[in-house]
């Protein structure tokens, strides 16, 4: 169990109070960009490639955006990756114009990391529930009630929040990095999901007071229907991203962020997968597994409803013709406020030392003690 924990209500149902506020799942939904004939895809692909050369830019994407997206990205020299791999990717790549296909906690953090870039998404009105669940002036009074302990906030959230925290982590580190915390002794605060901040509890044992948000689209997932799935495919793996609730975590097979999902399904010996995770995951498992087969897990019971119905509408937004548009016209452009920019810098880089480090070997903790401050 969490030490203690915050709850936050949060309606997601409520229209955008004003033009160009976040958008909630309703108004996402009616947003996402129709389908391009195979004639309007060609086109606005090849217009793509030639603004991406005219602009000095590269395309930066998410494993969840479109296939088309996906597929533009790593044809013309950008990236399909986590939240993790795209921040390091465009902080080190040459390109003057960062162009992020994701939501809009993605293109902060590649500002945030490059200030001196210019960085492009196709709709900035792409977000996040997690992000929108954890609003900064209630995250800080959460903090300060609790002065006493190390401030672990998720990539989804806003750079405001970032600049509250003392670490950052994405869902490839957060457990390496809370182990090493709590080896250290640290009290641990952590926001925004809860069912990635209860899983790491349970792995790590830490202290741990928690945020309440969720992930519409991982907070779906049924256990029950995953049974009956696992009993009608009794040879299947399945593969559960950690922001799923306990119970679906608890019939994994393994559980990691996308990034894990994807090398368990090259790694492990089986023909056919039960997927917990965004359903945009499926084109890059299906493309480098051409021999297996991927099952989408079950979001609803009988006769319920979904509203993400394992597909982020926030990531859906992203389109061929946006991100065109954003090329062309510079529309879309991410700003973050210089000094806040530098202040959340802090914890984003102490997640990218300390993944660095780990790469190269080193000791998690040591890492924590050599570059946690905080
Ligand atoms: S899939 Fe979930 S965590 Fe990812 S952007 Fe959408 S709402 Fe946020």
């Keep these: ?47 793509i490639r030639r603004l991406l050369r005219e602009r000095n830019a590269v395309m930066v994407s998410h494993f969840y955006v479109h296939p088309d997206l996906q597929d533009l990205a790593e044809e013309t020299g950008g990236i399909v990756s986590d939240s993790l791999e795209m921040a390091r990717f465009g902080r080190d790549h040459a390109a003057q114009t960062l162009v992020v296909s994701g939501v809009r906690f993605m293109g902060e953090t590649a500002k945030i990391l490059s200030p001196e870039k210019r960085v492009l998404m196709p709709d900035l009105d792409a977000n996040c529930s997690l992000d929108l669940g954890c609003p900064v002036d209630e995250f800080s009074a959460f903090c300060d009630r609790h002065p006493d302990r190390t401030v672990v906030v998720y990539a989804n959230t806003s750079a405001a929040v970032k600049a509250r925290a003392d670490w950052l982590v994405t869902s490839s580190c957060a457990l390496d990095v809370v182990s090493a915390l709590h080896a250290q002794g640290r009290k641990i605060l952590w926001a925004p999901d809860r069912h990635l901040g209860d899983y790491i509890q349970r792995q790590t044992g830490a202290d741990m007071a928690s945020w309440n948000g969720a992930c519409i689209v991982h907070d779906e997932f049924k256990a029950l229907e995953l ?76 006769g319920a409803t979904c509203k993400s119905c394992a597909h982020c509408p926030w990531m859906a937004m992203n389109g061929l013709v946006e991100l065109a548009n954003a090329l062309e016209t510079g529309a879309g452009e991410i700003h973050v406020d210089p000094a806040l920019g530098l202040r959340a810098r802090v914890p984003i880089n102490r997640m990218l030392a300390f993944t660095a480090g780990l790469k190269n070997g080193q000791a998690p903790g040591r890492l924590v003690a050599g570059i946690g401050a905080a």
């Design 227 to 302: 049974e009956l799935l696992k009993k009608a495919h009794p040879a299947a793996k399945v593969l559960v991203h950690p922001e799923s609730p306990a119970d679906v975590i608890a019939l994994a097979d393994a559980v990691g962020s996308t990034s894990a999902i994807l090398g368990a399904a090259q790694r492990m010996d089986a023909s056919e997968f039960i997927v917990a995770t965004d359903t945009g995951m499926l084109h890059k498992l299906r493309t480098l597994n051409p021999g297996k087969i991927f099952i989408e897990a079950p979001t609803a019971g009988n």
């Design 1 to 47: 169990m969490a030490a203690s924990s915050f709850v936050i209500d949060v309606d997601y149902e409520q229209p955008a109070a004003e033009a160009g506020a976040a958008c909630d799942t309703r108004h996402a939904w009616a947003r996402v960009p129709p389908e391009p004939s195979q004639d309007e895809r060609s086109a606005l692909k090849e217009r």
